[in-house]
């Protein structure tokens, strides 16, 4: 009964968070779609007319193989950070898990991410490329980021209702880590002595993986996988940690 009665909370503030985040808006969700469009439209107008890159294929697809779960990871990371702090009221006159608002955020922003991977897919099969066995792996994929994203964001929830630099933080992580992800170069020109250290960020091994199965056709490395699965989990389990440690005062600071 009680696992029913948090499912229910958790349902309930994941579709608050997203009908509030189109509310009174023209175009509604049709923004899910447009934002990763127009990054795509002007990243290949670059590196195709501007910066050439010969040896990339489909430019317009491979690009949103990296803006897709960028921005994901990029919108979600801050809507979790601001959770706790954005339901203040809650937290302080309402008896729940404090755990779900920074969960159920994170899952809100999963249903936009869910609308950008329909459109990737379609531009996919709209260039030429063919479904093929390893599409199911998608959903393990994107899966894992969302895993990640969750473990991360109750981290920086937690800090944030202590240290307000933290929002900041992490909004100047994001344009760091728009370079440090392969979005708009590929994985062969990174460095060799990188290569490795690269895969251990789950946002590039979410990138490279779609790459494969998408462009290439091929089923990802087990390692990358592997990898992906470790770290995902491990900031899950680090992240509940933190938070169950910081939550208990976080009325007096709010």
Request: with cysteine; hydrophobic share 55%; proline share 5%.
């Amino acid at each position: 009964m009680l696992r029913r009665h948090y499912g229910f909370i958790l349902t309930s503030l994941v579709m608050r968070d997203f009908r509030i985040r189109y509310r009174n808006m023209s175009l509604g969700v049709f923004w899910s779609l447009l934002n990763p469009l127009v990054m795509m439209a002007v990243l290949t107008f670059i590196f195709t007319y501007i910066f050439p890159n010969p040896g990339i294929r489909d430019f317009h697809v491979f690009v949103l193989c990296g803006i897709v779960p960028y921005q994901f990871f990029s919108l979600a990371l801050v809507a979790g950070t601001l959770s706790i702090y954005n339901n203040a009221a809650l937290v302080k006159k309402v008896v729940l898990p404090r755990e779900v608002l920074p969960v159920s955020t994170v899952l809100a922003i999963s249903l936009h991410l869910c609308i950008q991977i329909g459109l990737l897919l379609a531009l996919a099969l709209a260039a030429g490329y063919r479904p093929n066995v390893y599409w199911t792996r998608l959903p393990l994929v994107f899966g894992l980021e969302v895993v990640f994203v969750c473990g991360l964001a109750l981290i920086t929830s937690a800090l944030d209702v202590y240290f307000r630099d933290v929002r900041y933080l992490v909004e100047s992580g994001n344009m760091l880590l728009f370079w440090l992800v392969p979005v708009f170069y590929s994985f062969d020109s990174i460095p060799e002595r990188f290569r490795a250290l690269y895969q251990y960020n789950p946002i590039a091994a979410v990138v490279l993986a779609c790459r494969h199965i998408l462009l290439e056709g091929i089923e990802p490395p087990s390692g990358l996988i592997i990898k992906l699965a470790l770290v995902s989990c491990l900031f899950l389990l680090l992240g509940f940690a933190v938070f169950g440690r910081l939550k208990r005062n976080f009325s007096d600071y709010l």
